[in-house]
């Protein structure tokens, strides 16, 4: 099981960026898939999850109205497009793959390697 995450980089306070992570190795249509991130000198923490069918979405307070998780079953895919980016979203950010249909913010069981997210004000 393999998860490629891309799409990270360096941007200006109030633009956007999306991230987009490839799962390989099995199909995930009937898993929640998510992500996570962990910013210098911080703990990893939840950004936001999407159930199996996409039907249902979890968002971590702080990125709420901001981000917006989305799935394509069909390409394995899971993006993240995050607007009016703040200094405060400068992490690595992971995404990760649950065994259940339904996310948490406990964590995945499967996680992709980090995409790097830089916000300069």
């Known amino acids: 099981v393999q998860l490629q995450a891309s799409g990270g980089g360096s941007v200006q306070a109030g633009g956007s960026l999306r991230l987009s992570c490839v799962a390989s190795g099995r199909t995930f249509s009937n898993n929640a898939v998510g992500w996570f991130r962990q910013a210098p000198g911080k703990e990893r923490e939840f950004v936001a999850t999407i159930s199996w069918n996409g039907g249902t979405s979890i968002y971590a307070d702080s990125v709420k109205g901001r981000f917006t998780i989305s799935r394509d079953n069909a390409k394995n895919t899971v993006y993240l497009q995050m607007n009016s980016l703040k200094p405060e979203d400068t992490a690595v950010y992971y995404c990760?793959?649950?065994?259940?249909?339904?996310?948490?913010?406990?964590?995945?069981?499967?996680w992709g390697q980090g995409t790097l997210v830089t916000v300069s004000s």
């Open positions: 990760g793959v649950w065994l259940s249909s339904y996310g948490n913010r406990n964590g995945p069981r499967y």
